[in-house]
T-cell receptor, first 111, second 117 residues
Framework: KQEVTQIPAALSVPEGENLVLNCSFT??????LQWFRQDPGKGLTSLLL?????REQTSGRLNASLDKSSGRSTLYIAASQPGDSATYLC??????????FGPGTRLSVLP | GAVVSQHPSRVICKSGTSVKIECRSL??????MFWYRQFPKQSLMLMAT?????????EQGVEKDKFLINHASLTLSTLTVTSAHPEDSSFYIC?????????????FGEGSWLTVV
């Protein structure tokens, strides 16, 4: 059974810093992995989707990497801004199953 | 791109009443839809998987008589919380997929915040 963990649980950084969020999964036979952003009281926003055959995906200041063999994915945020403050969730998808979400990392970017 | 619409985004209902949440795939046929719920400060947890035209498959611990899921068409699935109680207050989100053959892309709705008072 797939299990997804995220480290750290919470992170507070000053504006402008580059930061890395970590996601680990126990079953490396994933089909894809997705990173989401969740703002307080709001829904999910899909940030990046990495297929199992890919090593990384980039969108603006965000870069997500995937290492299936080690069961890890990282989300890199460059030049963080206060508007990046949110909870970031990763979710692993195994073929024929469903998304398993991590508990999230609560990010606060201080102005 | 494909869009999944969820409605309502927020709903407040009285204890003991029922509330329905809709999940629509706007520009594709969703053979499978998933329903998740999220308790405060916890991760999203799968409640049930529904395939068009068949009964939903519920995860262990989810009361199927309380959380009625209907997937009557390829573009619409509904989740009805029956006889809602304050402990049912949560964030509910659906996702839809066109199926594994077409690349297994799964799209998420915006989610619905349910508050039972």
């Amino acid at each position: 059974k797939q299990e997804v963990t995220q480290i750290p649980a919470a992170l507070s950084v000053p504006e402008g810093e580059n930061l890395v969020l970590n996601c680990s999964f126990t079953d490396s036979a994933i089909y894809n992995l997705q990173w989401f952003r969740q703002d307080p009281g709001k829904g999910l926003t899909s940030l990046l989707l990495i297929q199992s055959s890919q090593r990384e995906q980039t969108s603006g200041r965000l870069n997500a990497s995937l290492d299936k063999s080690s069961g890890r994915s990282t989300l890199y945020i460059a030049a963080s801004q206060p508007g990046d403050s949110a909870t970031y969730l990763c979710a692993a998808y195994n073929y024929g199953q469903n998304f398993v979400f991590g508990p999230g990392t609560r990010l606060s970017v201080l102005p | 791109g494909a869009v999944v619409s969820q409605h309502p985004s927020r709903v407040i209902c009285k204890s003991g009443t029922s509330v329905k949440i809709e999940c629509r795939s706007l520009d594709f046929q969703a053979t499978t839809m998933f329903w998740y719920r999220q308790f405060p400060k916890q991760s999203l947890m799968l409640m049930a998987t529904s395939n068009e035209g068949s009964k939903a498959t519920y995860e262990q611990g989810v009361e199927k008589d309380k959380f009625l899921i209907n997937h009557a068409s390829l573009t619409l699935s509904t989740l009805t919380v029956t006889s809602a109680h304050p402990e049912d207050s949560s964030f509910y989100i659906c996702s839809a997929t066109t199926g594994a053959i077409s690349g297994n892309t799964i799209y998420f709705g915006e989610g619905s915040w349910l508050t039972v008072v």
